[in-house]
């Protein structure tokens, strides 16, 4: 299951996902907004897409794509990858219970 959440994590535009609920702007290398998880009138939530991480300065909360899934959607770890697989189109290779198998 570590390479499946590689790969994955590898596929998923970090920037287009968080971008579709937090308007985002480019700054140097790294994109700004609003943070999320806290109020606040100037941006301090950077996404790092060369690190494909997201860290805010005012709160801290920082994480990748699986914990954004997870914060934002309050998914477990393995229904966000499922999630993202779905989406960047990659077949997972993780063992399924039997009764998943049928």
């Known amino acids: 299951m570590p390479g499946d959440f590689d790969t994955v994590k590898e596929r998923v535009d970090i920037v287009q996902l968080i971008g579709e609920r937090v308007p ?8 700004v907004g609003l943070c999320p998880f806290h109020s606040e009138k100037t941006p301090s939530f950077h996404v ?3 690190r494909r991480t ?4 005012g709160c801290s909360e920082q994480g990748d794509v699986f914990t954004w899934l ?9 229904e966000a990858l499922r999630t ?6 990659v077949e997972l290779t993780s063992r399924r219970a039997p009764e998943e198998q049928e």
Request: charge should be neutral; charged fraction near 35%.
């Open 84 to 89: 993202l697989a779905e989406r960047a189109g």
């Open 48 to 50: 790092d897409p060369d």
């Open 54 to 57: 997201y860290h805010c300065f």
């Open 24 to 31: 985002l702007k480019k700054a140097g290398r790294s994109y």
């Open 70 to 78: 997870e914060k934002q959607d309050g998914l477990t770890p393995a």
